[in-house]
């Protein structure tokens, strides 16, 4: 069974730190799609960073980077110097594009930005 | 770009009544997906529509819940006979399937509280 583990249920990092963010997926598959979505508080998710799992160039949105290790199944979400505003839920997830789109999520990490 | 609304925001109702649930996705979306979220858990997906077609359902889905997106438009997905195991928050995403890829835009869900 396709799985995701974020084994962190909660973090913390000063504002201005840099903190990453773990997920481990299972698929026996070569060819997916990853993702992180974030949830803030009583707010919508929204997507964060998309990685196909074809290219070997981790991606990266401003602060937002990853660290794609398709071998070890792994894909780590690094964000650099952290606000205030990126307290929120992280969800990591995975499809498998075409008509297989429903994402399949892990149970989440908690991320709490300091001042 | 008004993004992906749902309604009722929160629902509370007794065991053995009927929901429903609408939402409106971002128009030109040709994807129409549900999730239900618990807490502590990560989304899990229920069904997903292209244009008005339902392709696709989980064994989560039981015979009590039903969708539907008449004229690929709209969705709404109704729960029959509730159970106190229903309360959960409900999930919509719409996306722009035009290949292999898409992202998925969620909306701010709809809480459901069966007492």
């Known amino acids: 069974a396709q799985t995701v583990t974020q084994s962190q249920p909660e973090m913390s990092v000063q504002e201005a730190e840099t903190v990453t963010l773990s997920c481990t997926y299972d698929?026996?598959?070569?060819?997916?799609?990853l993702f992180w979505y974030k949830q803030p508080p009583s707010r919508q998710m929204i997507l964060v960073i998309r990685q196909e799992a074809y290219k070997q160039q981790n991606a990266t949105e401003n602060r937002f980077s990853v660290n794609f290790q398709k071998a070890a199944k792994s894909f780590s979400l690094k964000i650099s110097d952290s606000q205030l505003g990126d307290t929120a839920m992280y969800f990591c997830a995975f499809n498998y594009g075409g008509s297989q789109g429903n994402l399949i999520f892990g149970k989440g990490t908690k991320l709490s930005v300091k001042p | 770009d008004t993004g992906v609304s749902q309604n009722p925001r929160h629902k509370i109702t007794k065991r053995g009544q009927n929901v429903t649930f609408r939402c409106d996705p971002i128009?030109?979306?040709?994807?129409l997906y549900w999730y239900r979220q618990t807490l502590g858990q990560g989304p899990e997906f229920l069904t997903y529509f292209q244009n008005e077609a339902q392709l696709e359902k989980s064994r989560l889905l039981s015979d009590r819940f039903s969708a539907e997106r008449p004229k690929g438009s709209f969705s709404t997905l109704e729960i029959q006979r509730t159970e106190q195991g229903d309360s959960a928050m409900y999930l919509c995403a719409s996306s722009l399937f035009m290949a292999l890829a898409e992202t998925q835009y969620f909306g701010p869900g709809t809480r459901l509280l069966v007492l």
């Open positions: 698929t026996s598959e070569n060819n997916y799609y």
């Open positions: 128009s030109e979306h040709n994807r």
